[in-house]
T-cell receptor, first 120, second 109 residues
Framework: GAVVSQHPSWVICKSGTSVKIECRSL??????MFWYRQFPKQSLMLMATSNEGSKATYEQGVEKDKFLINHASLTLSTLTVTSAHPEDSSFYIC????????????????FGPGTRLTVL | GQNIDQPTEMTATEGAIVQINCTYQ??????LFWYQQHAGEAPTFLSY??LDGLEEKGRFSSFLSRSKGYSYLLLKELQMKDSASYLCAVADSNYQLIWGAGTKLIIKP
């Protein structure tokens, strides 16, 4: 159990275009999903916390109009990088926090495999 | 402020034992997590401690002392595939994870 998928696993786009990344919890319901960004050889940086049915909470310094987050259901959250620029090239990772009792451990964040974004 | 400290890098020999320490200062405590992250991949969950003591899972064990704000991850019978970064994270009073910078573990033959 506790499988999280991300799609796409990698994407290359032109500067100025928008890219949507999907994060799905496959075998559990997650009222909260998190979006992280990680630059090479650096630690995880939390971008935003996404709660199902409500607006995402963004960390300081993260532009909410640039990184649009939608959490429409208990198993799906999307991150859209709007008007992407080369400096947005990074490894984007989502995690889903388990809330049910069917998993071994509640309140644990389970990570998707990540999406590598390259903006030319 | 909230702070998680762990060594930046450690080196160990295949077949040996290594202990990765983590100290923390957070506003509230709702558990400590250890994750493993191989280069270029997302983190994978290893262990969770919320009570004092040692939790053993095969070759990996995790220890917690809440009074000391201290945890360690113990890896036994090291294998080359254990070369990775090990991330310590603490859930604060709002269940938000506060992340350490990670410890890069290098295994030598």
């Amino acid at each position: 159990g506790a499988v999280v998928s991300q799609h796409p696993s990698w994407v290359i786009c032109k500067s100025g275009t928008s890219v949507k990344i999907e994060c799905r919890s496959l075998d559990f319901q997650a009222t909260t999903m998190f979006w992280y960004r990680q630059f090479p050889k650096q630690s995880l940086m939390l971008m935003a916390t996404s709660n199902e049915g409500s607006k995402a909470t963004y960390e300081q310094g993260v532009e909410k109009d640039k990184f649009l987050i939608n959490h429409a259901s208990l198993t799906l959250s999307t991150l859209t990088v709007t008007s992407a620029h080369p400096e947005d090239s990074s490894f984007y990772i989502c995690s889903a926090r388990s809330t049910g009792t069917s998993l071994p451990i509640t309140d644990t964040q389970y990570f998707g495999p990540g999406t590598r974004l390259t903006v030319l | 402020g909230q702070n998680i400290d762990q060594p930046t890098e450690m080196t160990a020999t295949e077949g040996a034992i290594v202990q990765i320490n983590c100290t923390y200062q957070t506003s509230g405590f709702n558990g400590l997590f250890w994750y493993q992250q191989h280069a270029g991949e997302a983190p994978t969950f290893l262990s969770y401690n919320v009570l004092d003591g040692l939790e053993e899972k095969g070759r990996f064990s995790s220890f917690l002392s809440r009074s000391k704000g201290y945890s360690y991850l113990l890896l036994k019978e090291l294998q080359m595939k254990d070369s990775a970064s090990y991330l310590c994270a603490v859930a604060d009073s709002n269940y938000q994870l506060i992340w350490g910078a990670g410890t890069k573990l290098i295994i030598k033959p």
